[in-house]
């Protein structure tokens, strides 16, 4: 991988990051709503988006690490 793929690599992984954290801001007051609440249904359909973001991003943090 040449230095402008890893730099655009680097873009997408702190975009994604950003995302998460923008995902998660939002979201603080539903999630905790829900345990109290003890809706985990809901709980589960929000967290399997948040965690499919964190997988891709540790899968392109370590691409960028073993290039």
């Known amino acids: 991988m040449n ?3 890893k730099e655009k690599l680097n ?3 702190n975009e994604l990051s950003e995302a998460i954290d923008q995902y998660e ?3 603080e007051t539903w999630f905790t709503s829900c345990l109290e609440d003890k809706e985990y249904d ?3 359909g ?3 988006p948040l965690a499919s973001m964190q997988r ?3 899968k392109l943090q370590q691409l960028w690490v073993n290039q």
Do not use: F, G, R
């Open 3 to 5: 230095i402008k793929e």
């Open 11 to 13: 873009e997408v992984i």
């Open 25 to 27: 801001s939002l979201n």
């Open 42 to 44: 809901l709980l589960i």
């Open 46 to 48: 929000a967290l399997i």
């Open 56 to 58: 891709a991003n540790e």
